[in-house]
Nanobody
Framework: QVQLVESGGGLVQPGGSLRLSCAVS????????MGWFRRAPGNEREFVAS????????YYTDSRQGRFTISRDNTKNTLYLQMNSLRPEDTAVYYC??????????????WGQGTQVTVSS
């Protein structure tokens, strides 16, 4: 059973940076897609970015590309999300997920518990 545990969230001022981590245990097949999602208060969960665990190929929604960077360290079984130039509208609970399919369209099978990111002065 795959387990995902996020960390690295917190309170940051507008314009600041955070790096989220997602520790992966239980075994991830090389064919898995890893992703980051977020859910802001009152909103539905939305996709942020995805990465192929094996190759490192990445996909972003247009609005996040340039400020957010997804990466993974296979040797540490850890997924990351580097977030720069944070805005108050980035405030949300951030989740990592693992699934099968493509970078653009994956079936997400496993989810972490989420980590809160609050951007406020």
């Amino acid at each position: 059973q795959v387990q995902l545990v996020e960390s690295g969230g917190g309170l940051v001022q507008p314009g600041g940076s955070l790096r989220l981590s997602c520790a992966v245990s239980g075994g991830i097949f090389s064919t898995y897609i890893m992703g980051w999602f977020r859910r802001a208060p009152g909103n539905e969960r939305e996709f942020v970015a995805s990465i192929k665990w094996s190759s490192g190929a990445k996909y972003y929604t247009d609005s996040r590309q340039g400020r957010f960077t997804i990466s993974r360290d296979n040797t540490k079984n850890t997924l990351y999300l580097q977030m720069n130039s944070l805005r108050p509208e980035d405030t949300a609970v951030y989740y990592c997920a693992a699934g099968l399919g493509t970078l653009v369209s994956a079936t997400w099978e496993f989810w972490g518990q989420g980590t809160q990111v609050t951007v406020s002065s």
